[in-house]
């Protein structure tokens, strides 16, 4: 059987950064993600077709930096993870972004509010 590593934030870590900086996106996702959300002002989930995060994910380019979704059982294993997080993401009422879009055109959906800068 073919294992994947479990990523985990530290609450009181995470914290800590967000109260030692201004302003801050996190950008990723975490086994325990929905455990820290009330930590955040603002929670955005990049909602990814399972068809595109495959074919992300076995792109020669992505594999030359990890072996993570070579083997069929890791990619059956992603698809079942994006199904549980897209239901926990909608079932919170979380703000959802097009991970098919440019991160340019994802920003334009970010409201940073008191961050921007003129």
Do not use: C
Not at 8 to 31: I, K
Not at 44 to 51: D, F, K
Not at 64 to 71: C, D, I, P, R
Not at 81 to 90: E, G, S, V
Request: hydrophobic share 40%; aromatic share 10%; net charge negative.
């Amino acid at each position: 059987m073919v294992q994947h590593a479990h990523i985990l934030w530290n609450r009181d870590t995470l914290r800590t950064f967000l109260a030692e900086q201004e302003p801050v996106v996190v950008l990723g996702v975490s086994d325990n993600v929905f455990d820290v959300l009330d930590l955040f002002d603002q929670v955005y989930y990049l909602r990814v077709p399972y068809a595109v995060a495959r074919e992300r994910l076995v792109s020669t380019t992505r594999q030359a930096f990890t072996a993570f979704g070579q083997h069929e059982e890791q990619r059956e294993a992603l698809e079942q993870t994006i199904r549980k997080f897209d239901q926990k993401a909608k079932t919170q009422g979380i703000k959802q972004l097009d991970a098919t879009l440019s991160p340019t055109a994802q920003l334009e959906h970010i409201d940073l509010g008191e961050f921007v800068h003129s």
